[in-house]
Nanobody, 117 residues
Framework: QVQLVESGGGLVQPGGSLRLSCAAS????????MGWYRQAPPGKQREFVA????????NYADSVKGRFTISSDNAKNTVYLQMNSLKPEDTAVYYC??????????WGQGTQVTVSS
């Protein structure tokens, strides 16, 4: 059973930076896209942050454009999220997703990002 393992979350001051990583524990074939969603507070609907296709096309939520950068290593089924100029409203649990063309989506377990002084 392939799992997604996330890392890089933590506590950072406003204006600071964090880099999230998400790696698959095994091979996922025919990947359509990889990406990140976030949820805050618990119980609120999970919201889109950014995605990157296997061809390298990226898409960002308006709230993070110009501050966050998504990248990937397709051969390693790994996706990254570089977060700069962090704001308190970026505080959330961040989830990665790997979506193949066929079969189910894979989700990470979530990593907490807290932006506070």
């Amino acid at each position: 059973q392939v799992q997604l393992v996330e890392s890089g979350g933590g506590l950072v001051q406003p204006g600071g930076s964090l880099r999230l990583s998400c790696a698959a524990s095994g091979s996922i074939f025919s990947v359509n896209f990889m990406g990140w969603y976030r949820q805050a507070p618990p119980g609120k609907q999970r919201e889109f942050v950014a995605t990157i296709t296997s061809g390298g096309s990226t898409n960002y939520a308006d709230s993070v454009k110009g501050r966050f950068t998504i990248s990937s290593d397709n051969a390693k089924n790994t996706v990254y999220l570089q977060m700069n100029s962090l704001k308190p409203e970026d505080t959330a649990v961040y989830y990665c997703i790997i979506s193949p063309y066929y079969g189910r989506d894979y989700w990470g377990q979530g990593t907490q990002v807290t932006v506070s002084s």
